[in-house]
T-cell receptor, first 109, second 116 residues
Framework: KQEVTQIPAALSVPEGENLVLNCSFT??????LQWFRQDPGKGLTSLLL?????REQTSGRLNASLDKSSGRSTLYIAASQPGDSATYLC????????FGSGTRLLVRP | EPEVTQTPSHQVTQMGQEVILRCVPI?????FYWYRQILGQKVEFLVS????????KSEIFDDQFSVERPDGSNFTLKIRSTKLEDSAMYFC??????????????FGPGTRLTVT
């Protein structure tokens, strides 16, 4: 049974810092790994999707990597801004998305 | 850019009542899903729907729940007799097939269901 874990659960950083969010999954038989952003009380905004044959994807200041063999993905945020404050969720896709609990990020001005 | 839409944004109902949550997926997507998120907990898969039938469902998706695609555009989740523990945010998603055979899911803004 697939389980997805995210570390840390919460993170507070000053504006401008580069940071790394971690995601691990127990079953490497996945189709892809998707990172989402969730603002309080809101829906899920897809940030990046890495297919199982890929190693990384980039969008602006965000870079996500995938290592299927070790069951890990990381989301790298460069030059963080207060507007990046949100919960970041990773989800592994087999026939359904299995979500982690998320990392709550606070970027302090 | 096309989006998944959901109505209503908030539904309050009394225990034992039936509710229908509505979703309009992105028009050329073939896969449809419902997920839910109880306050403070993980997003959980409920059901997937493809080719006018359920393709997978979770243990949560018992006989109380049903899904329909009544008219080729709407996708609905019905809860027959709501319980207090059904209170959650319900997300609809639609899936776009990607080269290589996997798919990317696009989520709607959610319907907050409150059962009193």
């Amino acid at each position: 049974k697939q389980e997805v874990t995210q570390i840390p659960a919460a993170l507070s950083v000053p504006e401008g810092e580069n940071l790394v969010l971690n995601c691990s999954f127990t079953d490497s038989a996945i189709y892809n790994l998707q990172w989402f952003r969730q603002d309080p009380g809101k829906g899920l905004t897809s940030l990046l999707l890495i297919q199982s044959s890929q190693r990384e994807q980039t969008s602006g200041r965000l870079n996500a990597s995938l290592d299927k063999s070790s069951g890990r993905s990381t989301l790298y945020i460069a030059a963080s801004q207060p507007g990046d404050s949100a919960t970041y969720l990773c989800a592994a896709l087999s026939y359904k998305l299995i979500f982690g609990s998320g990392t709550r990020l606070l970027v302090r001005p | 850019e096309p989006e998944v839409t959901q109505t209503p944004s908030h539904q309050v109902t009394q225990m034992g009542q039936e509710v229908i949550l509505r979703c309009v997926p992105i028009s050329n997507h073939l896969y449809f899903y419902w997920y839910r998120q109880i306050l403070g907990q993980k997003v959980e898969f409920l059901v997937s729907f493809y080719n006018n039938e359920i393709s997978e469902k979770s243990e949560i998706f018992d006989d109380q729940f049903s899904v329909e695609r009544p008219d080729g555009s709407n996708f609905t989740l019905k809860i027959r007799s709501t319980k207090l523990e059904d209170s959650a945010m319900y997300f609809c998603a639609s899936g776009k097939l990607l080269p290589g055979g996997s798919y990317e899911q696009y989520f709607g803004p959610g319907t907050r269901l409150t059962v009193t």
